[in-house]
């Protein structure tokens, strides 16, 4: 099992940037894959993107190519994603997920484990 902790939300203007943080803890000795959805009030939680168990393979979705980059930090256990002119339609609870396995995942349903979802508000 593995546990997830979301950070680094907030408020900013269009055009500003976030990163967030996704601290892992538990069984992190087994190879997992990682990625981030974001669900907007009265909306489906969708997927952003994802990042396979060593980190070189990646996937986004196209509205956050070219803004958004994510990361991962082995050693401590930790998955970044700086989010760079950032627009008001980017505005949502970011949650982060985790599923063991050496691929990466673009489905909701494929992730088995979440974290508790931090939220990001984008003002015009």
């Known amino acids: 099992q593995v546990q997830l902790v979301e950070s680094g939300g907030g408020l900013v203007q269009a055009g500003g940037s976030l990163r967030l943080s996704c601290a892992a803890s538990g069984r992190t000795n087994s190879a997992y894959s990682m990625g981030w959805f974001r669900q907007a009030p009265g909306k489906e939680r969708d997927f952003v993107v994802a990042?396979?168990?060593?980190?070189?393979?990646?996937y986004y979705v196209d509205s956050v190519k070219g803004r958004f980059t994510i990361s991962r930090q082995g050693t401590k256990n930790t998955m970044y994603l700086q989010m760079n002119s950032l627009k008001p339609e980017d505005t949502a609870v970011y949650y982060c997920?985790?599923?063991?396995?050496?691929?990466?995942?673009?489905?909701?349903?494929?992730?088995?484990?979440w974290g508790q979802g931090t939220q990001v508000t984008v003002s015009s």
């Open positions: 990042i396979n168990w060593n980190g070189l393979n990646t």
């Open positions: 997920a985790a599923k063991y396995g050496i691929r990466v995942w673009h489905e909701r349903n494929d992730y088995d484990y």
